[in-house]
């Protein structure tokens, strides 16, 4: 079942949704040469105890951190430690979650280290930021789950080719085993949002306030395929090519969307895409 939230339930995942964008915003600047992402947990971890919030990533099916590093061809899932030092020119998904009364937020992002970063990589990450965008300004009382689906695929299938580089083959790939989901009580809820439209899963459930997701594309440089390596959680490109990860919880409120791990409810970039984003309920 989709479980839809009143609105003080969102409420609750607003205050959840802040504590992971503040997350965002002291890994983020901790991710320089020189850091192993053992210390980027540190980080997290000091968060969430100065928020009074927990982890729901440490101890999730056994995973044994509070945040995910996922560091060049890693697409999702790394797990942080001593012996990983970013480099300048690394790119770094970072994912993270927290909760707050029992409800959770959820919310990734892609970083440059350092400098020099290749013009691919960098709209690599562009790319993926904006088909998540694009996703969200999609969310709307009445489309279907599958209209998000159609809006992320769409925008990356309408961009340039990346050139071929040493970090990329030429194309986007779209990863297909890995997408969004439902988020409320638990992390991981229905409905799964794929992030290219399959006719094997039809259109998905219609979206109606209350309905809360986590929007989440990852795009590679090369291939859609992706591996398990031997720790159960690492994923990896199966070409080698580096990829992006991004994500945002959000609720569909009677209002429109509100971007529940944005510091300012996405109201910035959804007006730029013309949609108004619903009033935050703790500003």
Known sequence: MVQI????????????????????????EAAVPGATTRDLDEVARKVIADHGAK????????????????????????????????????????????????????AAYTAFVGTGHAPELIELSRVTEESMWAGIA?????????????????????????PVGDHSLGRYGIVEDYGGHGIGTEMHMDPHLLNYVSRKRGKGPKLVPG???AIEPMVSLGT????????????ITTDGTWSSHWEHSIALTEEGPLVLTAVDGGRAKLAELGVTAAPDPLA
């Not at 339930?9 to 965002?24: D, N, T, Y």
């Not at 999609?138 to 769409?154: Q, T």
Request: net charge neutral; proline share 5%.
């Open 224 to 235: 859609p395929r992706t591996e398990v390596l031997q720790d159960d959680w690492t994923v």
């Open 5 to 28: 939230k009143t609105p003080e339930q969102i409420a609750k995942m607003r205050a959840a949704g802040l504590v992971v964008a503040a997350i965002h915003a002291a890994t983020r």
């Open 138 to 162: 999609a969310m709307k009382a009445g489309n279907r789950l599958v209209d998000i689906s159609k809006a992320i695929e769409s925008y990356i299938k309408r961009q340039p080719r990346p």
């Open 55 to 106: 982890s729901n990533f440490l101890g999730y099916g056994g995973f044994p951190a509070t945040i995910c590093t996922s560091v060049n061809e890693v697409v999702v899932h790394g797990i942080p430690d001593d012996k990983t030092v970013l480099k300048d020119g690394d790119i770094i998904s970072i994912d993270c979650g927290a909760i707050v009364d029992g409800w959770h937020g959820d």
């Open 211 to 213: 309905l809360c997701l």
